[in-house]
C-alpha cells in the first residue's frame, strides 16, 4: 500500500488587513511616512542598556510567538519607523527608550534551532510562520514612562498597550508617540 502524501505546507493565514482593528496600520503609506511602535523585552533578558552595548547598537528582535504581533513585524514594521522600548516584567514596567527598525520583517531562524528556547517544531525554513526586523538603539529617556502612569492618564486610554498589554508588540499612534516622547523627556 502506498503511503499516504502530507498536505502541501500553506503559508501563515492573516486576517485581511483591511477588516482588521490595526487595519490602519498595514495601509498604504505616503511617501515618506514614518510609523510608531512599541516593542517588549524584559530586562533581564535583553534591556535597553543591552541594546546600547550591542554592535552598532543593533540586535535582531527574534523569538517572538505571537501571530498578532508576527504581522505587525512581517507586514506593518518599515525601515526607519521607530519604537518605544519597554521594559516587561520589571518593577516597574515601562518605557525606557527609542529605537528605529532598521531591517524589514525576515524570517525568525531561531524557530528552526531545536537548542533554542523558542524552536517550533511546527515552523518550516521552505515555508517561515515567526518573522522577525533589526532594531539600532536611538535614545534613552530620561524618565521611565512607568505602565501604572499609562494605564492612569486619559489620553492613553485607547493605547494597544493598554488594550491588549499581552502583546510583544504594538503600534502606538502618531499623537501617543508624541505625547509619551514628552512624558519621557525626549521631545
Known sequence: MPAKK?????????????QGA????????????????????????F?????????????CWDSVRNSSARNFMRDGMK????????????????????CEIVREGYPDYTAWDPSHDYFDEKSDPDMPTWYMV???????????VALPEIKGDPALAEMALVKVGRLSVVPVTPAEWEYLCALGGVA
Open 6 to 18: 502530507s498536505p502541501a505546507k500553506k503559508a501563515p493565514k492573516s486576517m485581511p488587513y483591511e
Open 22 to 45: 490595526w487595519a490602519h496600520v498595514f495601509a498604504p503609506r505616503a511617501p515618506g511616512e514614518r510609523r510608531y511602535w512599541l516593542i517588549k523585552s524584559e530586562p533581564d533578558v
Open 47 to 59: 534591556s535597553f542598556e543591552d541594546l546600547e552595548r550591542a554592535p552598532k547598537q543593533t540586535t
Open 79 to 98: 525601515k526607519a519607523d521607530l519604537a518605544f522600548y519597554y521594559h516587561s516584567n520589571a518593577e516597574p514596567s515601562g518605557i525606557v527608550g527609542i
Open 134 to 144: 533589526d532594531v539600532k538603539a536611538v535614545k534613552p529617556f530620561k524618565t521611565m
